[in-house]
């Protein structure tokens, strides 16, 4: 938060008036967030037209996200319409905590080295 209050948004790459970053994103997204992250730091936000984006990249956001961050993120957001839409509920993507750790246990053997 400011010293106003008022939410500290991170930065927004600049894109085109009405569909935003869509050519870089649709040429190569790789590219784009490489380039986005260099210029705009660890955490920025994109459009790809009426849609909006916010990435937050880097090994400190990777330790946040695996820590402190499971308390303010969850998958449900962005994998809760694709389990709903394939009748799975209790996808290993769909699901946090102890239910999504219980799946990749169960699945560890299947996806070991010695497996393939």
Request: glycine share 12%; proline share 7%; net charge positive.
């Amino acid at each position: 938060m400011s010293q106003t209050g008022t939410p500290i948004r991170p930065p927004l790459v600049k894109g085109t008036p009405l569909i935003g970053s869509l050519r870089p994103m649709v040429k190569n997204p790789y590219e784009f967030t490489l380039k986005a992250y260099q210029e705009y730091g660890e955490c920025f936000r994109f459009r790809v037209a009426h849609r909006k984006y916010v990435v937050m990249a880097g090994i400190d956001a990777g330790r946040f996200l695996a820590g402190e961050g499971k308390h303010y993120f969850g998958v449900e957001g962005f994998w809760g319409k694709a389990m709903e839409f394939m009748q799975s509920p209790h996808g290993v993507t769909g699901v946090d905590g102890e239910i999504h750790q219980y799946q990749r246990d169960l699945m560890k053997p299947l996806l070991s080295r010695k497996a393939f």
